[in-house]
């Protein structure tokens, strides 16, 4: 099996249910008080399920590779992946929407740096152990 794809799916995987868990239980009702109307009633699962599927491919791509970095460095990169993806959705959407709150975007981009981070980690501790 290609060296990348037992990482991917534990990143996939995790990034998944961490994302569910934020958006559709914990902070639901956070992002519809900060969107307000912006917010849609049901989720557009094309785009959804693009983002799911491709960024956990970058995440990995960016960092674990290249193989044989420490543990720790695969991590702090992919919490800068994380800061990076979701701080340039967040602040150019604050640059650009009628309605994107700052609040709104501190919170998403620490959420995502966050689960970038978990998702990161998983992947590394998956290539390290049955890379």
Do not use: C, H
């Not at 290609?2 to 902070?27: F, H, Q, R, S």
């Not at 599927?53 to 990995?60: D, G, N, Q, T």
């Amino acid at each position: 099996m290609n060296a990348a794809v037992k990482p991917y799916l534990a990143a996939l995987i995790v990034m998944g249910v961490l994302d569910a868990l934020w958006l559709g239980v914990i902070a639901k009702d956070f992002y519809r008080e900060q969107i307000g109307a912006q917010m849609a009633e049901q989720v557009r699962w094309a785009p959804a399920l693009l983002f799911y599927f491709a960024y956990p491919a970058a995440l990995v791509a960016l960092a674990l590779f290249p193989a044989g970095q420490s543990f720790r460095m695969q991590v702090a990169r992919a919490a800068l992946v994380g800061l990076m993806a979701y701080g340039v959705y967040d602040l150019s959407n604050a640059a650009t929407l009628r309605q994107w709150p700052y609040k709104l975007a501190l919170v998403d981009t620490v959420w995502g740096t966050f689960a970038s981070t978990l998702a990161g980690a998983a992947a590394a501790w998956v290539q390290q152990r049955w890379g």
